[in-house]
Antibody, heavy 122, light 107 residues
Framework: QVQLVQSGAEVKKPGASVKVSCKAS????????MHWVRQAPGQGLEWMGI????????TYAQKFQGRVTMTRDTSTSTVYMELSSLRSEDTAVYYC???????????????WGQGTLVTVSS | DIQMTQSPSSLSAFVGDRVTITCRAS??????LNWYQQKPGKAPKLLIY???SLQRGVPSRFSGSGSGTDFTLTISSLQPEDFATYYC??????????FGQGTRLEI
């Protein structure tokens, strides 16, 4: 069965960086795009970007350009999201989410990781 | 960017009620609209994709309709486990993928 397992909670100081991992299993890793979505406490869902695990190409939301880097390791079927220059507003739960298809027009997030809480506090 | 606006932001209802949540896109998105349910402390769960297709395993009391800019999610007879927050999401134009602000459904 498809599983996305994320790394554990992190506490960081302002200005630091955090790197969250998402290990995929139960499917062919390179056949599905992976996205990162975050949710601040009590707030809605915010899309951060997408990575193609096959070639490693990425597209980021404008808001995070210059601060976010998404990478992948095909040998371990793991994607990573690194966010730098952290500030208190980055305190949120970060989710990885698999996109349902690379080849159809209509797509959706069919599997999600369990979420990783990142707390930014001095 | 395509803006997604849900209404209402919150809704009180009773078990057995019929409930409708609305999502409006700032421009036409054809049928590229998905609905998710999120319970506290959990990841979102896909309910409806392509505006009206029920995801496998989702109870048939959930249904979706609409196209273009106006969409609805209907729960025909609320069950206790349905009390949650619901989000719409467009996949028509990206980047960015955008979500509605959420509708909190409570007793």
């Amino acid at each position: 069965q498809v599983q996305l397992v994320q790394s554990g909670a992190e506490v960081k100081k302002p200005g630091a960086s955090v790197k969250v991992s998402c290990k995929a299993s139960g499917y062919t890793f390179t056949n599905y795009y992976m996205h990162w979505v975050r949710q601040a406490p009590g707030q809605g869902l915010e899309w951060m970007g997408i990575i193609n695990p096959s070639g490693g190409s990425t597209t980021y939301a404008q808001k995070f350009q210059g601060r976010v880097t998404m990478t992948r390791d095909t040998s371990t079927s793991t994607v990573y999201m690194e966010l730098s220059s952290l500030r208190s507003e980055d305190t949120a739960v970060y989710y990885c989410a698999r996109e349902s298809s690379m080849t159809t027009i209509i797509t959706f997030f069919d599997y999600w990781g369990q979420g990783t809480l990142v707390t930014v506090s001095s | 960017d395509i803006q997604m606006t849900q209404s209402p932001s919150s809704l009180s209802a009773f078990v057995g009620d019929r409930v409708t949540i609305t999502c409006r896109a700032s421009q036409s998105i054809s049928s590229s609209l998905n609905w998710y349910q999120q319970k506290p402390g959990k990841a979102p769960k896909l309910l409806i994709y392509a505006a009206s297709s029920l995801q496998r395993g989702v109870p048939s009391r959930f249904s979706g309709s609409g196209s273009g800019t106006d969409f609805t999610l209907t729960i025909s007879s609320l069950q206790p486990e349905d009390f949650a927050t619901y989000y719409c999401q467009q996949s028509y134009s990206r980047p960015p993928i955008t979500f509605g602000q959420g509708t909190r459904l409570e007793i």
